[in-house]
T-cell receptor, first 111, second 113 residues
Framework: KQEVTQIPAALSVPEGENLVLNCSFT??????LQWFRQDPGKGLTSLLL?????REQTSGRLNASLDKSSGRSTLYIAASQPGDSATYLC??????????FGSGTKLNVKP | NAGVTQTPKFQVLKTGQSMTLQCAQD?????MYWYRQDPGMGLRLIYYSASEGTTDKGEVPNGYNVSRLNKREFSLRLESAAPSQTSVYFCASTRTGVNYGYTFGSGTRLTVV
């Protein structure tokens, strides 16, 4: 069974800090890895999708990387803001039918 | 674009009651999915439909049935609700192929008492 793990489960940082969220997966034969943001009581918003042939993707202050050989993906958030406070989930797919989700990292950015 | 639309947004059921959760997407996606999200358990796949006319079990299918009504719509039915099915249910869709990610609906918060 493919497993996706996110550590830490929660993270609190002061505003303006650069931070890295981690995602690890057990099977290196991953096709895609997608990062999502979830606000309390809301659905999942897609942030970045990294295909297996890519090593990273960037959108604004966000940069996601994928290292299949080490089984890791990271989401880098530059110059964090209180509005970045949310739960961040990563999900990997090993065939195009199913994504496997991590449990998420709850981020709190303090003003 | 509406994206993925789920109805209802909230529902309270008594144990043993039945109900159907509706999901529709307007992005011409082939594949659709139902997940449940529970505290500490992350998102778990209940059922999915790779294309119109096909459905398959996911990780936690017991107690649920699904119908892929057409390319746009994928419903989830609870025949006899149990308190263990109290959860937030999410529908998602994607294009066929390995190069596309998920689009999620806003969820249905279900409580079974």
């Amino acid at each position: 069974k493919q497993e996706v793990t996110q550590i830490p489960a929660a993270l609190s940082v002061p505003e303006g800090e650069n931070l890295v969220l981690n995602c690890s997966f057990t099977d290196s034969a991953i096709y895609n890895l997608q990062w999502f943001r979830q606000d309390p009581g809301k659905g999942l918003t897609s942030l970045l999708l990294i295909q297996s042939s890519q090593r990273e993707q960037t959108s604004g202050r966000l940069n996601a990387s994928l290292d299949k050989s080490s089984g890791r993906s990271t989401l880098y958030i530059a110059a964090s803001q209180p509005g970045d406070s949310a739960t961040y989930l990563c999900a990997g797919t090993y065939n195009f039918n199913k994504f496997y989700f991590g449990s998420g990292t709850k981020l709190n950015v303090k003003p | 674009n509406a994206g993925v639309t789920q109805t209802p947004k909230f529902q309270v059921l008594k144990t043993g009651q039945s109900m159907t959760l509706q999901c529709a997407q307007d992005m011409n996606h082939n594949s659709m999915y139902w997940y449940r999200q529970d505290p500490g358990m992350g998102l778990r796949l209940i059922y999915y439909s790779a294309s119109e006319g096909t459905t398959d079990k996911g990780e936690v299918p017991n107690g649920y049935n699904v119908s892929r009504l057409n390319k746009r719509e994928f419903s989830l039915r609870l025949e006899s609700a149990a308190p263990s099915q109290t959860s937030v249910y999410f529908c998602a869709s994607t294009r066929t192929g390995v190069n596309y990610g998920y689009t999620f609906g806003s969820g249905t918060r279900l409580t079974v008492v």
